[in-house]
């Protein structure tokens, strides 16, 4: 395929995933708002993002596992179906159980959109030349991240239209991609007899990490760290999780191929990914929340303080992409990617609410160089060592494990913000636990209210240094492999046929 081809093969495939992202970016500065207005809290807040997060999560290696099955584009349009859904219901939701339970459809849908965005380009592009429209989709994702912020403060602060529009907008995006696919994606479906899907496999998974995540989240204010409840659900986490193990070592079509660990590659990958989500899912999620609640800004303008977070994020993710293509070489580019998101946290790790912009600035552009520079290029390490009749599924856990390291650290490091705080303020600004309206706080109370958020987000972003110094250990550790000229369709064409029996055996 050529440039030109393969450009309009993706048009559908772009707009799709800029949706996708911008589902979870257009609320970003709208929450602290939607959550006074539903009468939510900090656990609430979390929740809102982390339930959204679990389902990519859970939903992911299920997408990944259909992708090698049945028609890519398909999936990918009942994906975005499925989107136009849980974003209509969403912006009916009356209080926060409805709206997370409507963010949990969001991100099932979510799910599919960013795996099979992945599996259709590794069928279509060789390894060589994926870094260079690996960072258009990088591009896509930047430009989500610095429009959904900006478009959702306007569609906050402007009275006639209100929060619900934040859920509203994107639907008729999503319409206009299911469409274009229809048109451009064009891609061949090899349909293989007696296939099953490991649905038990894909609910254990699900359900070892939703425990776990109820835990993180709960702990340390409707009770102890070292109490009942604790050893019942980390003990029920790690029994469910060996129950998926000795699934999946059982299943003839594993949700998750545990044969894919054989490689060190896929290994360390593996663990540099989450760490990755940690950081990336964390960092838009608590800027946001350090602008309005430490700094008081308005929903617009929090959008475009943070800024310098998307411009370094876009740039780091098309010059990268363009510079492994050219060169072939991948490892030292990610090595440098992982040492700017730990100098980048480390930086936001002294912020207070006082501290001047261009430091936070400064901060936040190094972050998200370390973010452009990772997030995608991770994926087509793991791409280039795969069999090419696991593109699928190896495209969708390197995804899976992202988002599963983001939904564990945001809901993890909201519960330490929300602990911080608590003890900060210690009821004295009579918020109930309430995400607070600074603009009805008394003028004695908001001074103490903003210093609290402000050391507590500080503190969070100390806790990601850590996690991105250990994607940085990890990468180091990965062989690097020339990376292969040919796309994931040519070396299915030259691979020996391999049927479900063959895999069981």
Same mark, same amino acid.
Request: aromatic share 8%.
């Given at each position: 395929?050529?440039?030109?081809?393969?450009?309009?093969?993706?048009?559908?495939?772009?707009?799709?995933? %800029?949706?996708?992202?911008?589902?979870?970016? +257009?609320?970003?500065?709208?929450?602290?708002?939607?959550?006074?207005?539903?009468?939510g809290g900090e656990s609430a807040y979390t929740w809102i993002v982390a339930s959204t997060l679990?389902?990519?999560?859970? $939903?992911?290696?299920?997408?990944?596992?259909?992708?090698?099955?049945?028609?890519?584009?398909?999936?990918?349009?009942?994906?975005?179906?499925?989107?136009?859904?849980?974003?209509?219901?969403?912006?009916?939701?009356?209080?926060?159980?409805?709206?997370?339970? #409507?963010?949990?459809?969001?991100?099932?849908?979510?799910?599919?959109?960013?795996?099979?965005?992945?599996? #259709?380009?590794?069928?279509? +592009?060789?390894?060589?030349?994926?870094?260079?429209?690996?960072?258009? %989709?990088?591009?896509?994702?930047?430009?989500?991240?610095?429009?959904?912020?900006?478009?959702?403060?306007?569609?906050?602060?402007? $009275?006639?239209?209100?929060?619900?529009? #934040?859920?509203?907008?994107?639907?008729?995006?999503?319409?206009?991609?299911?469409?274009?696919? /229809?048109?451009?994606?064009?891609?061949?479906?090899?349909?293989?007899? &007696?296939?099953?899907?490991?649905?038990?496999?894909?609910?254990? +998974?699900?359900? $070892?990490?939703?425990?776990?995540?109820?835990?993180?989240?709960?702990?340390?204010?409707?009770?102890?760290?070292?109490?009942? /409840?604790?050893?019942?659900?980390?003990?029920?986490?790690?029994?469910?999780?060996?129950?998926?193990?000795?699934?999946?070592?059982?299943?003839?079509?594993?949700?998750?191929?545990?044969?894919?660990?054989?490689?060190?590659?896929?290994?360390?990958?593996? +663990?540099?990914?989450?760490?990755?989500?940690?950081?990336?899912?964390?960092?838009?999620?608590?800027?946001?929340?350090?602008? /309005?609640?430490?700094?008081?800004?308005?929903p617009i303008a929090s959008g475009f303080a943070t800024t310098p977070l998307v411009l370094g994020?876009?740039?780091? $993710?098309?010059?990268?992409?363009?510079?492994?293509?050219?060169?072939?070489?991948?490892?030292?580019?990610?090595?440098?990617?992982?040492?700017?998101?730990?100098?980048? %946290?480390?930086?936001?790790?002294?912020?207070?609410?006082?501290?001047?912009?261009?430091?936070?600035?400064?901060?936040?552009?190094?972050?998200?160089?370390?973010?452009?520079?990772?997030?995608?290029?991770?994926?087509?390490?793991? /791409?280039?060592?795969?069999?090419?009749?696991?593109?699928?599924?190896?495209?969708?856990?390197?995804? %899976?494990?992202?988002?599963?390291?983001?939904?564990?650290?945001?809901s993890a490091l909201g519960a330490v913000l929300a602990a911080r705080v608590s003890h900060d303020?210690?009821?004295?600004?009579?918020?109930?636990?309430?995400?607070?309206?600074?603009?009805?706080?008394?003028?004695?109370?908001?001074?103490?209210?903003?210093?609290?958020?402000?050391?507590?987000?500080?503190?969070?972003?100390?806790?990601?240094?850590?996690?991105?110094?250990?994607?940085?250990?990890?990468?180091?550790?990965?062989?690097?492999?020339?990376?292969?000229?040919?796309? &994931?369709?040519?070396?299915?064409?030259?691979?020996?046929?391999?049927?479900?029996?063959?895999?069981?055996?």
């Amino acid at each position: 395929m050529s440039h030109r081809e393969i450009m309009r093969a993706l048009s559908g495939l772009l707009l799709g995933l %800029f949706v996708a992202m911008l589902s979870s970016t +257009i609320v970003t500065n709208a929450l602290p708002k939607i959550l006074a207005d539903l009468h939510g809290g900090e656990s609430a807040y979390t929740w809102i993002v982390a339930s959204t997060l679990l389902a990519v999560t859970a $939903s992911t290696p299920l997408w990944g596992k259909l992708a090698d099955l049945f028609s890519k584009k398909l999936l990918v349009q009942i994906s975005l179906i499925s989107y136009v859904a849980g974003s209509m219901l969403a912006g009916l939701a009356q209080n926060p159980a409805q709206l997370i339970a #409507c963010r949990v459809i969001q991100g099932l849908a979510v799910g599919g959109i960013s795996a099979l965005a992945q599996v #259709c380009m590794a069928a279509m +592009i060789s390894p060589r030349e994926r870094g260079r429209y690996s960072g258009y %989709f990088g591009m896509a994702f930047a430009l989500a991240t610095v429009g959904g912020p900006l478009i959702g403060g306007v569609i906050v602060d402007t $009275s006639w239209l209100g929060w619900r529009w #934040c859920f509203y907008v994107c639907v008729p995006l999503a319409v206009v991609a299911v469409v274009i696919l /229809q048109r451009t994606l064009h891609l061949p479906t090899e349909r293989r007899e &007696g296939v099953r899907i490991d649905y038990l496999g894909a609910t254990l +998974i699900a359900a $070892s990490v939703t425990l776990l995540l109820v835990w993180v989240t709960l702990a340390g204010t409707s009770y102890g760290w070292l109490s009942w /409840q604790t050893v019942a659900m980390v003990g029920g986490a790690l029994v469910l999780g060996v129950l998926a193990v000795r699934t999946e070592q059982r299943a003839a079509e594993p949700i998750v191929p545990l044969r894919m660990f054989r490689h060190r590659t896929v290994v360390l990958a593996t +663990i540099a990914s989450v760490m990755v989500g940690v950081g990336m899912y964390g960092a838009t999620m608590f800027l946001s929340q350090y602008f /309005q609640l430490a700094r008081g800004k308005s929903p617009i303008a929090s959008g475009f303080a943070t800024t310098p977070l998307v411009l370094g994020l876009a740039v780091a $993710s098309y010059a990268s992409g363009k510079l492994i293509t050219r060169t072939g070489r991948w490892k030292a580019v990610l090595m440098a990617g992982a040492a700017s998101l730990t100098a980048g %946290f480390a930086l936001l790790g002294v912020l207070r609410a006082d501290t001047s912009y261009w430091i936070a600035a400064v901060a936040m552009a190094v972050a998200g160089v370390g973010v452009g520079t990772v997030m995608q290029n991770l994926v087509l390490a793991v /791409q280039n060592t795969v069999p090419a009749g696991e593109l699928g599924i190896a495209s969708s856990m390197a995804t %899976f494990f992202r988002t599963m390291g983001g939904a564990i650290g945001v809901s993890a490091l909201g519960a330490v913000l929300a602990a911080r705080v608590s003890h900060d303020l210690g009821g004295a600004a009579g918020t109930g636990g309430a995400i607070p309206d600074l603009s009805t706080l008394p003028a004695a109370i908001r001074p103490v209210v903003e210093a609290a958020f402000g050391r507590g987000i500080g503190e969070v972003f100390l806790w990601c240094v850590p996690f991105a110094l250990a994607a940085l250990i990890s990468i180091w550790l990965i062989r690097e492999v020339p990376l292969k000229t040919e796309s &994931g369709l040519e070396r299915m064409a030259a691979a020996p046929r391999v049927t479900a029996e063959d895999v069981a055996s």
